[in-house]
Nanobody, 121 residues
Framework: QVHVVESGGGLVQAGGSLRLSCVASGSIFNIIAMGWYRQAPGKQRELVAQITSEQTTNYAASVEDRFTIHRENGLNTVHLEMNSLEPEDTAVYYC???????????????WGQGTQVTVSA
């Protein structure tokens, strides 16, 4: 089983910064990618940023000049540095992990419980 735990959400004024962290633990053979999705009220969950085991990154167009994702491979930890936050960034942010638990099993998705980020105008 893989456990995914997020931390670092909160309330911030527009223009401010927050740092989200996510740790994956448990019976992990290989992590293929880690990332962050978000879901605002009344909207679908969307990809914010992702980083692969080869350190390849992918960002949503709305955040790519403001957010940075980086990963500590040895610790199965990923951080999302969010700068110049806007009220439109308000959402629940979910950590997403694509991992194998054994060499022969197909990769599966694992999700954290989510952390609230609120940006006031």
């Amino acid at each position: 089983q893989v456990h995914v735990v997020e931390s670092g959400g909160g309330l911030v004024q527009a223009g401010g910064s927050l740092r989200l962290s996510c740790v994956a633990s448990g019976s992990i053979f290989n992590i293929i990618a880690m990332g962050w999705y978000r879901q605002a009220p009344g909207k679908q969950r969307e990809l914010v940023a992702q980083i692969t085991s080869e350190q390849t990154t992918n960002y949503a167009a709305s955040v790519e000049d403001r957010f940075t994702i980086h990963r500590e491979n040895g610790l199965n930890t990923v951080h999302l540095e969010m700068n110049s936050l806007e009220p439109e960034d308000t959402a629940v942010y979910y950590c997403h992990v694509m991992a194998q638990v054994t060499p022969t099993r197909a990769p599966r998705q694992y999700w954290g419980q989510g952390t609230q980020v609120t940006v006031s105008a």
